[in-house]
Each structure stands twice: as C-alpha cells, then as structure tokens.
C-alpha cells in the first residue's frame, strides 16, 4: 500500500456531462465515485473524497468537506490543506477511473527519488489531477483563491516540479461528456 493519502477531487460542476458525473452508476457500483473509491482504498493508507457536498454520496467514506463557493480544483487542494495534516498527497480526479496502479506507482517512484509535487503528462500535456502534491504548495493555493485565480497550470509552471510522461491514452480517458461516459461503461464491461 501506498503510505500517503489519496483524495478524489468530486467537487467539480459537471456542466459538460449536463448532470452529476460523481454519481453516475459506473461498473458494479452505483456511483463513479464509490467506484474509485473502493478501487483505490485498496491502494492507499487512507482515502479521501473532496466535495462541496458529502450528503450526495450514498456510501460511507472519508468525505473533506468543501466550504467555499467558487467551483475550482483551487478550493479542494486549499481544503485538503487545512483538513490534513499530511506532508504529501496523491490527487485523482473522480472522472478518470482508468488511471491505474501501475501509473500511480510509477509516480510514487519518482515523488520518492525527488521528494517534490510529482505529475502526470499524457504525451507532453499536463494531467494536474493526477499526482502526487506536497504541502510546499500549500501556500501558492491559498493566494489562488484569495485573488480568485484558478489556473492550476500557470501556477505549477512556476513551481519546481517532477513530472512522469505516459503514452496510454486510454488510461487517462476523462468522462466529461455523455458519450464519453457511454464509452467508458463499454470499457469498464470489457474489463469485468
């Protein structure tokens, strides 16, 4: 198991999808969200949702809740920093369920040859939830938010930061629209 904590970013709008992806039923589970959960509690030391809304989920877990308005990545790495006390995390978007174990290790590989935030690029493009974020940044998301700045990739540019470059295309497909969820079921079902 991974000894650093996972947090699932689930607090987004979804106005792509139209509709709640979190809570789209996604293979056994009822929801996408339980089902990253469950798959990646068997991963890590503990496992964490960051969400505006917990009351949503119909499932027990370790929910962080959001208390700000704004709608931004921004808002759930500010609330993971004030509500854990850990000096590193691994963050995963709720709507890429195909990022898999061996991704996530050879992430964690490099966080430990560096010791620094460690993320994802699919070819040469910045994948910012999905990686390894030290608390080092803490700082740089809390001045984010107060100016209501929510480019993550501006502020990371500035950053000294490790990054792995994968080709699997398909291991970091993101449901944001209807169809991309229909494919992602056909995946999933492929898989089972």
């Known amino acids: ?5 996972c947090v699932i970013f689930a607090g987004g709008k979804s106005s792509r999808m139209g509709k709640d992806k979190s809570l789209l039923p996604f293979g056994e589970y009822s929801t996408l969200c339980e089902y990253q959960y469950r798959r990646l509690e068997k991963i ?3 496992v964490y949702v960051v969400t505006k809304e917990p009351s949503k989920f119909p499932f027990k877990a370790n929910f962080l809740e959001e208390s700000y308005s704004v709608f931004a990545p921004t808002t759930g790495f500010v609330t993971l920093f004030e509500q854990l006390q850990d000096e590193a995390f691994f963050v995963l978007s709720v709507d890429t369920p195909f990022v898999d174990f061996a991704i996530i290790e050879q992430l964690f590989l490099e966080y430990k ?3 620094q935030t460690t993320l994802a690029k699919l070819h040469n493009k910045l994948e910012p939830l999905c990686g390894i974020y030290t608390r080092s940044l ?3 998301f809390v001045k984010m938010l107060q100016n209501n700045e929510h480019k993550l990739s501006k502020m990371l540019q500035k950053q000294h ?3 792995v470059t994968f080709k699997e295309e398909k291991k970091f497909f993101n449901l944001n629209y209807q169809d991309d969820y229909i494919k992602a079921q056909e995946f999933i079902k492929n898989m089972l």
Do not use: A, H, L, V
């Open 1 to 5: 198991m991974f000894d650093i904590p």
């Open 113 to 115: 040859k560096t010791n």
């Open 161 to 163: 930061i490790s990054f």
């Open 44 to 46: 890590f030391k503990k």
């Open 138 to 140: 803490e700082k740089e």
